[in-house]
């Protein structure tokens, strides 16, 4: 705005200097063709719009006119709406020298903000009193009416509204009981179709390649199930159920291996893939990150590309819902130093040729 009427006066000061060396009936006759224009504009125009330096400019050049000569003048607006533009010019002037005082209760710290929406997101059955409670037993002295605006104010709604338990919450919560496994196949450069079987926990997304043949047989998947059982007893897993899906190659000798170990096979509904997502999301991972990447000549070439690749996801490959942590590593400390962080010595290790990338730093 502020640019705009400087511009405004500078080409209005322009036209000053312009009428300075004409002479009064010149100025006279330029005058009654602008009314005529404006009589014009008036039958054509309901309601005109000005904007906020539109305003400023009409005020400055006619607040000094007395109010008998501004209602002669023949103007888009009535003389009232001019003389209403300058005292709002002034309130605005007097508002921005005097800033008023604040009244009423002191704002709330932020970090008490900030464990009131934390207490909400963590318990979906307390509402505000109950958060209020709590905030009193940690010594945080803050009115109830102040956790009901904070909770309104970022939009989350009472604790009745919020109880409803989603599927994400609820298997989040049972991660740690939880397996899921799947068949994929693959192609090998001759064209025989490998069947390969693959089991990821739920809880930490380690993943685990079973085996892979072109000729899944009933004692091959159940020689599959006895080693999954024995490796989860040495890794003392707490692992309860397995999610699978109603493929044909899972046999009830399968089944019934399983649950003689303490494990309840979870068949997912038909044609509905989302049911066993964790599996199907590694699937795409591996067919994206390495089998559509790699030309696969045997099944003894399959295998030993496939436990690469679980080796570099389990202990290397970063995952989201880790926070970015791998499976059996841990999540690496920062680097805060600013020395450290402009000498910067990282190397490359391959895997697979190449198709594989893992960088650690230099020691």
């Given amino acids: 705005m502020l640019l705009r009427l400087a511009y405004l006066a500078a080409t209005n000061t322009l036209s000053l200097l312009r009428l300075l060396p004409m002479s009064d009936w010149d100025k006279d006759i330029e005058i009654l063709a602008l009314r005529h224009q404006l009589l014009v504009l008036q039958r054509q125009v309901g309601k005109p719009t000005f904007t906020d330096t539109d305003r400023a400019l009409l005020t400055g050049l006619l607040h000094h006119l007395p109010r008998k000569k501004l209602r002669r003048l023949l103007l888009l607006v009535r003389p009232d709406t001019i003389m209403r533009w300058h005292r709002n010019l002034l309130k605005r002037r007097h508002a921005a020298l005097c800033v008023p005082k604040r009244r009423g209760r002191p704002p709330t710290v932020r970090s008490v903000r900030a464990l009131v929406l934390r207490l909400a997101h963590e318990n979906s059955s307390w509402g505000y009193r109950r958060i209020h409670g709590e905030l009193a037993a940690l010594g945080i002295k803050v009115a109830a009416s102040t956790v009901w605006e904070i909770l309104r104010e970022h939009g989350i709604p009472p604790a009745p509204e919020r109880q409803s338990t989603t599927w994400a919450a609820f298997l989040r919560s049972q991660a740690d009981a939880l397996l899921a496994c799947d068949f994929f196949e693959t192609l090998t450069l001759t064209g025989v179709r490998l069947y390969v079987i693959a089991v990821i926990e739920h809880s930490t997304r380690r993943i685990r390649i079973l085996g892979a043949t072109a000729h899944p047989t009933t004692e091959w998947t159940v020689q599959l199930g006895r080693n999954l059982i024995m490796d989860l007893q040495d890794a003392s897993s707490q692992a309860r159920f397995l999610i ?120």
């Fill in 244 to 363: 699978r899906d109603r493929d044909s190659k899972f046999t009830q000798a399968f089944d019934a291996l399983l649950s003689d170990a303490g494990l309840t096979v979870v068949t997912t509904g038909i044609q509905i893939p989302r049911m066993n997502s964790l599996m199907e999301r590694w699937i795409q991972t591996c067919r994206c990150e390495l089998l559509d990447r790699t030309l696969i000549w045997s099944q003894s070439h399959l295998l030993h590309a496939l436990r690469e690749f679980e080796t570099f996801y389990n202990e290397h490959r970063p995952h989201q819902a880790l926070k970015q942590a791998a499976p059996l590593r841990p999540q690496a400390e920062p680097i805060n130093v600013p020395a450290q962080v402009r000498h910067l010595e990282v190397r490359r290790r391959d895997r697979l040729g190449g198709t594989l990338h893992e960088y650690q730093h230099a020691s």
